[in-house]
């Protein structure tokens, strides 16, 4: 399960903020400069680290979901973008490019890895290291949002203990036409309205007792930037600045209308394309080291 | 019980003078975000120029929020309306391909008025991310689900108040002390009406008027801005230019997803607006909820 | 040094004619263990929501409150926040965040202490309460006894002077109430915190507590000792003696004889129970004592006591010994009506919820018969609610025979059991209120359930006797939501019986109800089990089961181990059994009820004289 998952992964034991920072190069970079080593390196990097947390569960899951997105996008922009040079044939008198394809297989590539980042972040982030990054900024949203958090295992819950009354006094829930059936959730719903709006009251009255309300509220975490997470921090940063560099100055660099044309082949490029793949492999190498000693120790 | 209670402001409140500032940053920024789309990106980074505009367009709503320093009471109730909003498909197991979290936002703007429904929809995306899996489509669920509970609640919060306060049945809406005193009567209407809950009948035209109003909004806002918006949204992710013929192409593809979704919205609404716009009244008007709420 | 001192306090709810509190004068000492009881609606709620500004009703007040030498009103909210704790009855409505860390620092957010100071104040809080093992768990991970140990434990990281409780065990189950109260007297004792307690369950609460304060009808009748209160009510024969701990309950009835006017033994004081100024017991070992040695004043001490082990040890054994109040009339006030047919059979019945899963009920056998009134007691997660769900079908279990008014509830398709007349109230009436009326919930019920529903005046007629037979019709006007926890029940109840039961499976009915409304309860179960009406009920209310049921199974680990009529099946217990069991096993054989102990001493007596 998640939880287990985000126990388990060193890099979810770094300081919130190491996450976050993390996470946005990592969706961010192939969106926005859809470079085919780039893209490659990420999505190598995001596949393999989502299968390590999930073991046996990963691939199925890759398949089922991200293998028909990755499709879709493949085939999508060659179908409806017909700019590039280079014809490779026409389809009902519309013609099909090279570019055209190759940006196919390149927004794929990328949307399957953005994908697979976000499901690494499903597993390893906890509702506690959003609230504490938002605490702060938007504190009464995250209240609620932790509220909801805490209500919704309830509701589901009740909404089950309320069908099962309701079949104990002779109504039917689950069975019947379409229209029925959608009408028994209504009632169902209908119960769990005013159950939880009444049982509300409670909740608020208990925040206010403790109270909420008074000027000058603070948000505790937590969370501690010890050194581990300062080093990294410094570490990580400075990667990501060397790889923006050789972006900003181009030498890395993709372009595919009207002609595909790649750069980054120069020693500087190289290095970016190094930098790029140390940041990626992070979370991955952190638990595998893990692990690796952990065995190690054991013997 | 008539709705004599004192009208709270419903309205976007501008008072503070934070969020107006916030407002013209973000007005300013949302051109910069496509200056910087042109300039650094040859105009081709719509994805993150498209998400970095809604995103700014919803700071204003949250320093809103966060700057009349919501109270207990109003907090728990937006919560509990969000949770249900991500629950409610747990009601709803049985037809599992039917979700009421649209219709669930209007009733919650219509109720709430329109800062807790902004509130309501776009937390209620966020959290039912949280739940079933975040990716790049959070951010503009929760944009859609926001706008809509915010157009709600300009357009219907009047009326969610005459649903649920004056013209409900006399014992639909739980009486008053002295109509509980004395059941008899309540058996002895003569021709059984407060028993078996059949109205005046011109009561039960305007309001058949009302929800019937409520569905139609609600059919248009789920097709055409849930609807339109993901689609532009996926868009722009999926296509390297967006043109008019590759956007047609998204819409007319989307179309039938978005007609299901816009009539189980309707669905719902019929379902669950009455009651729960009565649900909703009667909280805030029994425990003081809301009040003084803009 | 008082902490609270509360002068003529009177306030009533807008709208409402009767006062909801009436000249209630009440000191509090600082580091006191006070308890209040009352039967619910007696204004005890009230009364502790007025000892914290912001949990004050709305209505009108008269007298006045004074914390710490100044009127309550003066002190500052964030000063109230934090030196006056207060606990609420549910526990999961009150914990407010989805993680047992934030909850424990909530409190602490909110007065604004900075990240050092509630890192140590939580970090000692939750080695305080022994939270440490779920101290990094989401809260919905946590069983109702936790969740209530953190609610308290997220008000105490305040550091409070004063903890309020309002009936915070109501919803626990008796072992996880009894942990509870054991922490607060804890707290009481290592912390020093002053702590004022509303219970309706006080066979824990009153021995561990240093004064005790009896309110009826928003007044205080009494207060002192529990020693006191309990003889102040004997001597005022009040209906709420019945809520006490069973060893005081006997004590007060024997020693109190003179006054009631039966023959006296001993020196019967005129104030209504012996000796001024005698301790009354309050537990089970002081209850013991005590009732050793009045079996030794009377005749033939020692041999009672020998005699009476023996007959505790062979039940059957009981019925030609004089000791045993079991003699003549072994549930003789209760002749056996179970001779209806099996509205449950259950034969060697297996289930799990999932195929790799643990079995949850194991080789259950189990019958009831019509007329009858059958209990399961046994403790948490032992599979009781799970059989119950096998019987109405919704768990289907995968070997064995299942019969419930006929029918396989496996195979029985949409309402066909509803239809025979399975009835199942749940553990929550709440979760049965779809209507904004108590009335118009009602109509539905008959209405569906009506052999023509269209025919408003049959089923209006319907409605009014069952109204009337679960005395509901007081309460057809209003909400649900606004009547009590206990009208709620006798309104679920009233739902049950609108859907035509032969069969009814009530789930720990009895749980939140106080000792007053029980008895009313128990007279509806006989009238409809003498109407021919089986039912089968779950509950860990072993003093209800001893005194109402005609038969007690013992649910452990998925099946039934013991069974028998109450008198003999809580005998043969030792453990799971009534405090008055427990009180005079050995002593007198087969006295399950505090009345059996009373009526054994006082025929004893009246033998030796």
């Given at each position: 399960m998640t939880a287990s998952a985000a126990d388990r992964s060193i890099f979810a034991g770094y300081h919130p903020i190491i996450n976050y920072v993390f996470f946005g190069y990592a969706v961010l970079v192939p969106i926005l400069f859809m470079h085919p080593v780039l893209l490659a390196i990420s999505f190598a990097s995001a596949f393999s680290w989502f299968v390590y947390l999930n073991r046996g569960r990963g691939l199925k899951f890759g398949l089922g979901l991200v293998v028909p997105l990755m499709v879709i996008a493949a085939l999508f922009n060659p179908a409806f973008n017909h700019e590039?040079?280079?014809?490779l044939f026409y389809m009902n008198d519309n013609p099909i490019t090279l570019e055209s394809v190759i940006y196919g297989i390149c927004a794929a590539v990328m949307i399957g890895g953005v994908i697979l980042w976000f499901a690494c972040y499903n597993a390893v982030m906890t509702s506690d290291k959003f609230i504490y990054l938002f605490g702060r900024m938007v504190p009464a949203m995250s209240l609620v949002i932790s509220m909801a958090l805490r209500f919704i295992p309830r509701y589901r819950a009740q909404a089950g203990r309320i069908a099962s009354a309701r079949r104990g006094i002779g109504f039917d829930v689950s069975s019947g036409k379409f229209l029925r059936r959608v009408r028994s959730g209504g009632e169902i719903l209908s119960v769990m309205v005013t159950w939880a709006l009444e049982n509300a009251i409670e909740t608020s009255d208990s925040m206010r007792s403790r109270?909420?309300?008074?000027?000058?509220r603070t948000a505790y975490s937590v969370y501690r930037f010890d050194s581990r997470d300062r080093a990294m921090l410094v570490a990580m940063l400075a990667l990501m600045a060397a790889v923006a560099t050789a972006l900003a100055a181009e030498v890395v660099s993709v372009m595919f209308f009207p002609l595909f044309t790649v750069s980054g082949t120069s020693p500087f490029g190289m290095a970016a394309f190094a930098c790029h793949a140390a940041v990626c492999v992070i979370p991955l190498a952190l638990d595998v080291r893990e692990d690796v000693v952990w065995r190690m120790s054991l013997k | 019980m008539t709705s004599g209670a004192p009208r709270t402001r419903r309205g976007?409140?501008?008072?503070?003078p934070k969020t107006v500032l916030v407002a013209v940053v973000v007005i300013l920024c949302i051109p910069a975000a496509i200056a910087v789309n042109v300039l650094a990106f040859d105009g081709r980074a719509y994805y993150v120029t498209a998400l970095a505009i809604i995103t700014l367009s919803m700071l204003p709503f949250a320093v809103a929020f966060e700057g009349r320093k919501p109270q207990a009471r109003e907090l728990v109730v937006i919560a509990v309306l969000v949770a249900i909003t991500v629950a409610g498909r747990a009601a709803f197991f049985m037809v599992?391909?039917?979700?009421p979290v649209v219709a669930l936002v209007i009733i919650s703007g219509a109720a709430l008025g329109p800062m807790s429904g902004f509130v309501v929809g776009s937390l209620s995306g966020f959290v039912s991310n949280f739940i079933f899996g975040q990716g790049p489509w959070t951010p503009w669920q929760m944009f859609a689900f926001g706008m809509i509970g915010f157009i709600a609640g300009l357009v219907f919060s009047r009326m969610a108040a005459a649903i649920g306060s004056g013209d409900a049945p006399v014992h639909a809406r739980g009486g008053n002390a002295s109509e509980k005193a004395d059941t008899d009567s309540v058996f002895a209407q003569p021709d059984g009406t407060a028993v078996w809950g059949w109205d005046v009948k011109g009561r039960l035209r305007t309001e058949r008027i009302r929800i019937a109003l409520l569905c139609v909004f609600g059919f248009v806002i789920t097709f055409v801005l849930y609807g339109i918006l993901l689609d532009t949204a996926a868009a722009t992710i999926f296509s390297s230019s967006i043109s008019f013929d590759t956007l047609l192409l998204m819409y007319i593809s989307g179309a039938p997803f978005n007609l299901v979704h816009a009539i189980s919205t309707v669905v719902f609404l019929l379902l669950l607006a009455r009651t729960m716009i009565e649900k909703l009244e009667r909280v805030k008007k029994k425990y003081g909820f809301m009040q003084g709420v803009s | 040094m008082t902490i609270f001192e509360i002068n003529n306090l009177g306030f009533a709810y807008p709208e409402?004619?009767?006062?909801?509190?009436?000249?209630v004068s009440v000191e509090i000492r600082s580091g006191e263990f006070l308890v209040i009881c009352g039967k619910?609606?007696?204004g005890k709620s009230t009364l502790l929501r007025h000892l914290k500004t912001v949990l004050t009703p709305f209505g009108e007040r008269s007298g006045d409150i004074v914390f710490d030498g100044r009127p309550l009103a003066s002190v500052e909210q964030r000063e109230q926040a934090a030196r006056i704790g207060f606990v609420l009855q549910s526990p999961d409505n009150q914990i407010?965040?989805?993680k047992v860390w934030h909850e424990l620092a909530f409190g602490l957010e909110s007065l604004g202490e900075k990240t050092p100071v509630i890192r140590r104040r939580v970090a000692e809080m939750a080695s305080f309460f022994g939270i440490q093992e779920w101290?990094?768990?989401?809260?919905?991970?946590?069983s109702g006894g936790q969740k209530q140990i953190l609610a308290l434990a997220s008000v105490m990281a305040m550091q409070p002077d004063v903890l309020i409780l309002d009936e915070?065990?109501?919803?626990?189950?008796p072992i996880a109430a009894e942990d509870f109260i054991e922490t607060l007297k804890k707290i009481n004792d290592e912390i020093g915190t002053t702590i004022i307690l509303s219970e309706?369950?006080?066979?824990?609460?009153l021995p561990r507590a240093d004064r005790a304060v009896a309110m009826a009808s928003g007044r205080v009748i009494c207060q002192g000792s529990s020693s006191e209160v309990g003889r102040a009510l004997r001597a005022a024969a009040d209906?709420?003696?019945?809520?006490?701990p069973t060893p005081m309950r006997v004590y007060l009835a024997l020693e109190s004889e003179g006054e009631n006017g039966?023959?006296?033994?001993?020196?019967?004081?005129?104030?209504?129970?012996?000796?001024?100024d005698a301790h009354v017991p309050e537990t089970v070992r002081e209850g013991r004592v005590y009732l050793t040695e009045k079996l030794q004043d009377g005749?033939?001490?020692?041999q009672n006591g020998s005699g009476g082990r023996e007959a505790s040890d062979h039940p059957d054994a009981g019925?030609?010994?004089?000791?045993?109040?079991?003699?003549?009339?072994?549930d003789g006030e209760r002749p056996?009506?179970?001779?209806?047919?099996?509205s449950i059979t259950l034969k060697e019945v297996w289930f799990r919820y999932e195929r790799s899963g643990n079995d949850i009920v194991k080789d259950l056998s189990l019958t009831l018969r019509a007329g009858e009134l059958a209990c399961v007691v046994g403790g948490n997660g032992s599979g009781k609610t799970t059989m119950l769900g096998v019987i109405t079908g919704e768990n289907r279990h995968y070997r064995g025979k299942v019969r419930v008014l006929g029918l396989d509830p496996k195979k029985a398709k949409g309402t066909r059991l509803s239809d025979a007349g399975l009835v199942a109230l749940p553990?929550?009436?709440?979760?049965?209120?779809?209507?904004?009326?108590v009335l118009s919930n009602l109509i539905d019920v008959a209405a569906a359930h009506?052999?023509?529903?269209?025919d408003h005046e049959s089923v209006e007629r319907e409605v009014r006797r069952v109204a009337e037979l679960t005395d509901t019709v007081g309460l057809?006007?209003?909400?649900?939501?606004?009547?009590?926890g206990g009208e709620q029940q006798r309104a679920g109840l009233a739902m049950a019986l609108l859907a035509r039961p032969k069969l009814l499976l009530l789930d720990e009915?009895?749980?939140?109800?106080?000792s007053f409304f029980k008895e009313k309860f128990s007279v509806m179960l006989r009238q409809l089990c003498a109407d021919g009406l089986g039912v089968l009920m779950v509950s860990h209310d072993v003093e209800f089961c001893a005194k109402h049921a005609d038969r007690c199974m013992l649910f452990f680990n998925g099946g039934v181990v013991s069974e028998g009529a109450p008198r003999a099946f809580f005998s043969g217990n030792s453990f799971y059994t009534t405090a008055a069991n427990r009180m005079s096993?050995?002593?007198?054989?087969?006295?399950?009820t505090a009345e059996d102990v009373i009526e054994y001493v006082r025929d004893r007596a009246r033998g030796a004289l």
């Open positions: 590039g040079a280079t014809i109270g909420y309300g008074l000027s000058g | 976007f409140d501008l008072r503070f599992p391909q039917f979700k | 409402r004619a009767v006062p909801a509190l009436d000249g619910s609606g007696c407010v965040t989805d101290y990094g768990k989401s809260v919905s991970e946590l915070p065990t109501s919803q626990l189950d309706h369950r006080l066979e824990g609460a209906p709420m003696l019945s809520a006490m039966s023959e006296s033994e001993r020196e019967g004081a005129p104030e209504g129970g012996g000796n001024k005749a033939g001490g020692g019925e030609g010994s004089g000791r045993s109040v079991a003699g003549q009339d072994t056996a009506r179970a001779k209806g047919e099996e553990q929550n009436p709440q979760t049965l209120f779809t209507r904004n009326t009506a052999e023509n529903p269209s057809l006007g209003f909400h649900p939501y606004d009547i009590s009915p009895t749980k939140g109800m106080d096993r050995g002593l007198i054989a087969e006295a399950i």
